[in-house]
């Protein structure tokens, strides 16, 4: 910690001089009397004053939370030294609060502990370390000040809020290993699909009973065996949208966190690519470790500004596996991530787009022509969803209010009616 | 983002300084229109620093309300002025309230306790300067001991200004990383 004398160590050594000097001067001791107390607190504290040793640590009572969550954080202060003043500001990200205030004020004896709690309160997910702090320590009289910062210690890890759903992301294509998408082929399932006669090679346990004993021939049950599938989510950061703390990019974290919960709970292999200034990516996988990895890998996802042209091209290729089921979230702003979906989809993706909508945060304006640019921006988002939808584009709106769950059915009813459409 | 405490040493600051100012303007008799003026310009200066955040303001302010202070005290040739003493506290109490103002601007957690053991120095600074002063002016101005109280009184003086050149001169304090 630096020790530095306060401004008030200068001003008070110069007034008393000033006053004793005129009181000597002129041979009036009342003058001297004016600076009287300036002298005795420049001596008394220079008498006191000392050079301070401090100890800090941090704890916090739950190093993971829920976005909304309050958690408690213990400052534990040792000084063998002691010190009469002590403030400690915690430096908060903007996404912790704390509603008790940011700081506190000790004074310890000397060879005192001192513990104190300060509530934090996560207002939005993601990796914060709260702990970090600037301590400033006075002597009793206040003519010195010794200032230090104190390095973070564990992080916080605030997970957003847990959006539950009930429907998988109906993939077109799945994959030779079982899971739980019925597939359209035939095979050994439980799924029943139709009945047929019996074949050589048949197994017996497939033989159909009661159809065999109606004709006279034996018939067999056909199934639909039950397979698992490929999911990429393509997390868009090149640009977000939003009021404070509340932003397109929340909706998307918390819809990939939805989905990678529920996918993964159901065998399927799952990746994801945070697309945006900084490209991150996690490659397929299944299970609760690889539910662990995509969640660590979204939390810390931020839009990273840059003017970079990026193409499709940048996406490495383990994380885009072959036949895989690609669901964008995606506000739809930045011309960069609509191309690259359009040209996923292009290139024969089976291609889902979760719009987590901006309208919600844009208002248009009081003037005429403000108003009527913001229709106009409406007009031409709505051009960007015809022109992916033509493009065979699966594209459902998620707004704040609304659960996912009933944007999600809109998906699935859409890509139910597009593979109408196509047969 | 003030700190509730910041705001209430800033306008306690502001209240004394211009208290101090009106009485010693009241007490200045024919110089009155000076003294008021040098009064009045400290209140504002000091007004401007702890409501800006200027502490390099505040030591200025303080010397000129203490400059009009002095002008008072020397006008009187003939009367001895004991309530030098109080002018005196007034103005390190002003001075105090200002950089406690300044120094805590943002809001703190401050238990009662730590607030009044951090106030009963001042407080002590205080009624010891004032004990102090009223002893050595007493001495300084005996008839029998005038000459010994006033030599005593210029030691002291003279003292006092060596502690202080000595202080400056050591400059900065040792500081540790």
């Given at each position: 910690m630096e020790r530095r004398a306060t401004p008030r160590l200068t001003a008070y050594a110069g007034i008393a001089g000033v006053t004793l000097l005129a009181a000597v001067a002129v041979d009036r001791p009342e003058l001297a009397l004016l600076g009287l107390p300036f002298a005795v607190a420049v001596l008394v504290g220079l008498g006191l004053s000392r050079e301070v040793e401090i100890g800090i640590s941090f704890a916090l009572t739950d190093s993971v939370a829920i976005e909304g969550d309050d958690v408690d954080l213990e400052v534990t202060v040792r000084s063998p030294t002691g010190v009469a003043w002590l403030e400690v500001h915690l430096d908060l990200p903007p996404a912790v609060g704390a509603p008790g205030g940011p700081g506190l004020v000790l004074s310890l004896g000397p060879g005192d502990r001192v513990t104190r709690s300060v509530t934090l309160h996560c207002a939005r997910w993601g990796v914060h370390r709260p702990a970090r702090a600037h301590l400033v320590a006075y002597d009793r009289m206040r003519l010195f000040v010794q200032r230090g910062r104190v390095a973070s210690s564990a992080p916080l890890v605030v997970h957003p809020p847990a959006e539950r759903l009930r429907e998988l992301v109906r993939p077109a294509r799945l994959q030779a290993t079982a899971g739980s998408h019925i597939s359209r082929l035939r095979g050994d399932g439980i799924e029943f699909a139709e009945t047929r006669p019996f074949a050589p090679g048949?197994?017996?346990?497939?033989?159909n009973w009661r159809a065999t004993a109606r004709r006279d021939e034996l018939w067999v049950n056909d199934r639909h065996p039950d397979r698992n599938a490929d999911l990429v989510l393509l997390l868009d950061t090149f640009t977000e949208a939003g009021i404070g703390l509340d932003t397109t990019l929340d909706l998307a974290v918390e819809a990939t966190i939805a989905l990678a919960t529920r996918h993964l709970g159901a065998h399927d292999r799952l990746g994801i690519v945070a697309l945006g200034g900084v490209l991150r990516w996690v490659v397929p996988g299944l299970g609760t470790k690889q539910l662990q990895r995509i969640v660590e890998a979204v939390l810390v996802a931020e839009v990273v500004r840059s003017e970079a042209d990026k193409t499709?091209?940048?996406?490495?290729v383990r994380g885009l596996p072959p036949r895989a089921t690609i669901v964008a979230l995606s506000p739809l702003i930045d011309p960069r991530s609509i191309g690259i979906i359009g040209e996923l989809a292009a290139r024969g993706f089976d291609v889902a787009v979760v719009e987590c909508s901006p309208a919600p945060f844009t208002v248009p304006g009081k003037r005429p022509t403000e108003a009527v640019a913001h229709r106009l921006w409406l007009l031409e988002r709505d051009a960007v969803r015809a022109r992916l939808r033509s493009a065979g584009v699966a594209l459902t709106t998620w707004e704040r209010g609304t659960p996912l769950a009933a944007a999600m059915d809109e998906l699935t009813t859409w890509r139910r009616r597009h593979r109408v459409v196509v047969r | 983002v003030r700190s509730r405490g910041a705001i209430v040493a800033a306008v306690a600051a502001i209240v004394l300084a211009a208290a101090t100012a009106v009485v010693l303007a009241v007490a200045g008799e024919e110089l009155r229109g000076l003294v008021a003026y040098l009064g009045g310009f400290a209140t504002v200066m000091l007004g401007f620093a702890v409501v800006a955040g200027v502490p390099m303001l505040v030591a200025p302010a303080i010397t000129t309300i203490t400059v009009a202070a002095g002008v008072t005290v020397v006008l009187?040739?003939?009367?001895?002025?004991?309530?030098a003493v109080a002018a005196g506290i007034a103005i390190y109490l002003v001075a105090e309230l200002a950089y406690r103002s300044l120094e805590g601007r943002e809001p703190l957690r401050v238990d009662g306790a730590v607030l009044l053991a951090h106030i009963a120095p001042v407080l002590a600074i205080s009624l010891g300067s004032a004990a102090a002063g009223v002893g050595l002016l007493a001495v300084a101005t005996d008839a029998h001991g005038a000459g010994a109280g006033a030599e005593a009184i210029g030691l002291l003086a003279a003292l006092g200004v060596v502690v202080v050149v000595a202080m400056l001169a050591r400059g900065r304090p040792p500081t540790r990383g």
């Open positions: 048949d197994r017996l346990r497939s033989v499709v091209d940048i996406i490495p | 009187h040739h003939d009367v001895v002025r004991v309530d």
